[in-house]
């Protein structure tokens, strides 16, 4: 990173801002995953319970009967349960790059503090040259 400390302070400051940007969008797309996931987990607790009780016979035999059901529309429960199993997914994938986003701020942070420190160090030196005191 070249340029004066004031250069670097702002090209930090600038990327800060485009990371606060991104982890807002992360987390709103986090939401909405979950909602989804949420939503397919119930259409296939809904689907394969409706199909369990429309078995007759030993629980065993029914628990098996619906998770090779379909729906009335036709969709195999095996498609649900994939579905629903993949947006749960989505959401912790999701969850990870909330993560990701927080630890890369985390660390933007940081380096604006050095680069604070620095400045101030810069001008300490300044004003001893100024005065030609020296501690």
Do not use: C
Request: charged share 25%.
């Amino acid at each position: 990173m070249a340029g004066s400390p004031a250069d670097r302070l702002a090209a930090l400051d600038a990327a800060l801002g485009k990371g606060a940007d991104e982890l807002a969008s992360a987390v709103r797309e986090y939401w909405r995953l979950g909602e989804a996931a949420e939503a397919a987990q119930s259409v296939y607790e809904v689907a394969y319970a409706r199909a369990y009780l429309a078995f007759d016979g030993p629980e065993h035999i029914r628990r098996q009967a619906a998770v090779v059901a379909e729906t009335p529309e036709g969709i195999p429960l095996a498609d649900l349960k994939l579905e629903a199993r993949v947006a749960a997914h989505l959401v912790a994938t999701q969850k990870e790059a909330l993560f990701a986003l927080r630890e890369g701020l985390r660390r933007l942070h940081a380096q604006i503090d050095i680069q604070r420190t620095l400045a101030a160090n810069i001008r300490a030196e300044i004003e001893i040259d100024k005065t030609g005191f020296r501690p």
